[in-house]
């Protein structure tokens, strides 16, 4: 609700609504603001974990996958969100978080899932600069796979870096709902 009370700058809140991006509207004005509705993506369609280098990590990286697509309604293709989703956190645990642990540098790299209408987007955020590529697999043991699946398990996955730093490497799983 809008009110007649006023801002610092002598403004009044409601003159603020010409500020607003068309595209946000009203949801700008709203309390609390919504930014992630606004954005295209509500409290109802985000979900975030933190990511540790630790024993049973992929157990609970899983099982917070599950549980999510579980509450979305997820049907078919909760497997596939649920392997994408644990193969970027394994890369983030493998490559960023290790290196982080060894070195001594704070340790921090998160999982986000964004529900959408016919896709749910997996993305891990983490500090190690190192982009992903894909690489050959080594046949002996289970190293240089994850990549190989999120490419085939989504119909999208890339990555970018932040101006902080930060490297974003995501995956769009098409699910039905």
């Not at 992630?36 to 996958?65: H, I, M, P, T």
């Not at 043991?141 to 990555?159: F, M, Q």
Request: with cysteine; charged share 20%.
């Amino acid at each position: 609700m809008i009110t007649d009370s006023y801002e610092p700058g002598g403004g009044k809140l409601a003159d603020l609504a010409g500020l607003v991006p068309l595209e946000i509207g009203n949801l700008a004005l709203s309390n609390p603001p919504d930014w992630g509705l606004a954005l295209g993506v509500s409290a109802a369609g985000f979900a975030a974990k933190s990511l540790r280098a630790e024993e049973g990590s992929g157990v609970r990286v899983r099982g917070f996958a599950r549980a999510v697509m579980g509450q979305w309604g997820v049907a078919a293709s909760e497997e596939r969100v649920v392997t994408v989703a644990w193969e970027l956190a394994a890369n983030a645990i493998q490559h960023a978080l290790r290196a982080d642990v060894r070195s001594g540098l704070p340790s921090r790299a998160w999982l986000g899932l964004v529900r959408r209408d016919e896709a749910v987007i997996c993305a891990v955020t983490d500090c190690c600069p190192t982009p992903p590529s894909l690489r050959e697999p080594d046949l002996m043991n289970s190293h240089g796979r994850g990549l190989h699946l999120v490419d085939r398990l989504s119909s999208h996955w890339g990555w970018s870096r932040s101006p902080s730093g930060t490297k974003t490497v995501w995956a769009r799983v098409p699910a039905t709902w």
